[in-house]
């Protein structure tokens, strides 16, 4: 059986982990190499937090990015209005809430992992094998560590 408790531990309060991984997303956009920087582009085009409505003047003007337009993406797709919101309440949450964020830095990299189409059937497969659940937009993922 696989542990279904975290297999991580961090020591970083939630909000300064977003504002760490904003940073390294906003390298990430700026960056010549175009399969590093169009992910990030693509979400924040997705959360509307600039003013550029289409990818190609994203990308023209991907070097006038601000560490803010990063931090207003993470806290759009947290489900806050923006970054001011999210930064009052994100500590209070359960290191959970941003598990999907650590998945994208590679935390997670020590051990196996089980992806799944929604969470429901990784709750499903959980109940019969174990895994920690990481949610990942519509996604889940298994995240395994012998108990």
């Given at each position: 059986?696989?542990?279904?408790?975290?297999?991580?531990?961090?020591?970083?309060s939630n909000s300064d982990y977003l504002r760490e991984h904003?940073?390294?997303?906003?390298?990430?956009a700026r960056d010549g190499d175009t399969s590093a920087s169009m992910p990030v582009l693509r979400r924040l085009l997705a959360t509307n937090v600039t003013r550029a409505e289409r990818l190609a003047d994203l990308h023209a003007m991907r070097d006038d990015l601000q560490l803010k337009h990063l931090l207003s993406m993470l806290a759009v797709e947290l489900g806050y209005p923006g970054w001011d919101a999210c930064k009052s309440h994100i500590d209070e949450q359960p290191d959970a809430a941003i598990d999907r964020y650590r998945l994208d830095a590679g935390a997670f990299n020590d051990y196996e992992k089980n992806w799944f189409a929604n969470e429901s059937e990784a709750r499903e497969w959980q109940r019969a094998h174990g895994g920690y659940i990481v949610r990942y937009g519509e996604q889940a993922v298994a995240i395994l560590k012998r108990e």
């Open positions: 059986m696989w542990s279904t408790s975290c297999p991580i531990s961090s020591s970083v904003a940073r390294r997303l906003l390298r990430h």
